[in-house]
């Protein structure tokens, strides 16, 4: 079973750039079959797709989003990242990092406040 | 882009009854792409289908999902406790992937 577990500041200041990473364990990033995904939730709302990337280093991005929004991969340190620029109150929600369907992080939150 | 409609937004039900969800596309697409996610409180989502019908690993059979077009069900056969929570469609099929809003299975 893949374990993922990300790591980043729980509170970014508004304008300023959101950045998270995965650390994963069970398998290799740099291994194709599946996509290294992040999602999101705001408080009390649904899950929102946010992009993904795969072993090759595609990616594909939410169009709401695509503007702001970069997953790397760091195949060295077997991580994946995000970076959400110019971030906003509506930014607010815990992120989650995915390995396919199936394995997901316990999810971080992230507050976007002054 | 895919808009997946669920419906209702909460269903009350008493365990051992039958819960029927509902989840419609806004076009067709390859069902093949569609899985259905169980949230509880404070918890990160888990995989219950993939594929529109493929019980994932250590699903119960009670669980179950099925396609036809555009429209995609979720069942559970018979509540049990631990079955009260939100229940979300997701397509990773065509991007952007997109999910429902997610229906409430709440105690009746």
């Known amino acids: 079973q893949v374990q993922l577990q990300e790591s980043g500041p729980g509170l970014v200041k508004p304008a300023e750039t959101l950045s998270l990473t995965c650390s994963v364990s069970g398998d290799s990033v740099g291994r194709g079959g599946h996509f290294w995904t992040w999602i999101r939730q705001r408080q009390g709302q649904g899950l929102e797709w946010i992009g993904y990337?795969?072993?090759?280093?595609?990616?594909s991005y939410n169009p709401s989003l695509q503007s702001r929004v970069t997953i790397s991969l760091d195949t060295s340190r077997n991580q994946f990242s995000l970076t959400l620029n110019s971030v906003t109150a509506a930014d607010t929600a815990i992120y989650y990092c995915?390995?396919?369907?199936?394995?997901w992080s316990q999810g971080t939150l992230v507050t976007v406040s002054s | 882009e895919i808009v997946l409609t669920q419906s209702p937004g909460t269903l009350s039900v008493s365990p051992g009854e039958r819960a029927t969800l509902s989840c419609r596309a806004s076009?067709?697409?390859?069902?093949?792409?569609l899985a259905w996610f169980q949230q509880k409180p404070g918890q990160a989502p888990r995989l219950l289908i993939k594929g529109a019908s493929i019980r994932a690993t250590g699903i119960p059979d009670r669980f179950s999902g099925s396609a036809s077009g555009t429209d995609f069900t979720l069942t559970i056969s018979r509540l049990e406790p631990e079955d009260f929570a939100v229940y979300y469609c997701h397509q990773y099929g065509s991007a952007p992937w997109t999910f429902g809003q997610g229906t409430k299975v709440d105690i009746k």
């Open positions: 990337i795969y072993y090759s280093r595609s990616t």
């Open positions: 076009q067709v697409f390859d069902s093949t792409y």
């Open positions: 995915t390995w396919g369907l199936g394995d």
